[in-house]
């Protein structure tokens, strides 16, 4: 339902003297393993219940990727996807980028693999790491080089393998997490704003509450950090919802401030889908109702950086995001990171 209100609306962007090489999502597309895992299959892997999962988190199944399929397959997939929609030639990429913290490997970058599966030959790539943020963060890096007419075509990718660092034995963070990849096209499209204003924040002070402790520089793989088990997701839920909520909400706040817009004029908020609780809290405190509020949480989990990327195109394909309408994204991850965007369709 698009029932919000029309109204100009500030474009923050207009006072550059670049401001007719804005930057649209001119397509977007999405994947996710086939493999599902349901409340009802992590009652037989861990001590939890149905029950106890969706009242904690609103998650009812999530899809897990195989062994042999990695994060820049899914990410290649939901490239794909998108580029079939735009009708744009793996030639005519210019920039490529990944949002993951779950890579391939630490070097090449999972970007450098995507580029070799899609076959955009001559684009340059690079992976970005913001944790659940990362989309947003690439959307307002892929902007920048479009603004700046270094590029005409970015590819945005967000991608997350989150199965490969779930600790299985955890049930408060294991019954989280899904796989799965989110793509968007970013060209220049004359007579629309596109991408209005993006905020980008970050707290380094509170990395330690969400984090996987081992395998970098800091503590490099052992067997001693193998057999502690800090190769795997490590979170203080209670300090992550309260910090999300008030990062999520402050972000949003801000976006549309910068637009002159109030939440009654936005036909589609789509926040980081990490847990029902905190985007409830969220909406709550945003105004927003509940046509203007988009969630496949329950189907798919917390997918990280994949996550508003494949919510977004999942309410594109299903009708709740047409041309014109004004979208609103916010995030919130582990560093602490947090964003928020104001999109024109």
Same mark, same amino acid.
């Not at 106890?52 to 397959?73: K, N």
């Not at 955890?170 to 989280?176: E, F, K, Q, S």
């Given at each position: ?156 990718? =967000? +991608?997350?393998? %989150? ?9 408060? !963070?294991?019954? &989280?997490?899904? #796989? @799965?990849? =989110? +793509?968007?096209? %970013? ?9 209005? !204003?993006?905020? &980008?924040?970050? #707290? @380094?002070?509170?990395?330690?509450? %969400? ?135």
């Amino acid at each position: 339902m698009n029932s919000a209100p029309r109204k100009t609306f500030k474009n923050p962007r207009a006072q550059h003297d670049f401001r007719s090489r804005t930057g649209s999502i001119v397509a977007v597309g999405s994947y996710v393993p086939a493999r599902v895992l349901t409340n009802a299959d992590l009652e037989k892997m861990v001590e939890t219940s149905n029950e106890w999962i969706i009242t904690r988190t609103g998650i009812r199944e999530r899809h897990i990727a195989r062994p042999d399929e990695t994060t820049s397959d899914m990410a290649a997939e939901a490239a794909r996807r998108a580029m079939a929609q735009a009708r744009v030639k793996p030639e005519q990429i210019d920039l490529i980028l990944v949002a993951t913290v779950t890579p391939d490997m630490l070097f090449p970058s999972t970007a450098c693999l995507v580029q070799e599966k899609i076959g955009a030959r001559r684009a340059a790539a690079f992976d970005i790491e913001a944790a659940c943020s990362g989309f947003i963060y690439g959307l307002e890096v892929g902007q920048q080089f479009i603004m700046s007419q270094s590029c005409d075509t970015v590819l945005v990718i =967000g +991608a997350e393998k %989150l199965s490969s660092i779930v600790d299985w034995t955890d049930r408060n !963070t294991c019954v &989280l997490f899904g #796989d @799965g990849a =989110g +793509a968007a096209i %970013l060209q220049n499209r004359p007579g629309s704003h596109g991408l209005l !204003t993006v905020h &980008l924040g970050a #707290d @380094g002070s509170k990395g330690s509450v %969400l984090c996987v402790p081992s395998g970098g520089s800091r503590n490099p793989a052992s067997a001693k950090t193998v057999a502690a088990r800090e190769h795997f997701i490590r979170m203080d839920g209670k300090e992550t919802f309260r910090n999300a909520v008030q990062a999520m909400h402050a972000a949003a706040i801000e976006v549309l401030r910068r637009c002159e817009l109030d939440i009654s004029q936005i036909q589609c908020v789509i926040p980081h889908q990490a847990n029902r609780r905190i985007i409830d809290a969220v909406g709550e405190r945003l105004g927003v109702r509940p046509d203007q509020l988009f969630v496949n949480l329950d189907r798919i989990g917390n997918t990280s950086a994949a996550s508003v990327a494949i919510a977004l195109d999942e309410a594109v394909a299903q009708g709740r995001i047409r041309q014109g309408d004004l979208v609103l994204l916010t995030v919130f991850g582990g560093g602490f990171t947090w964003g928020a965007a104001v999109i024109e369709w």
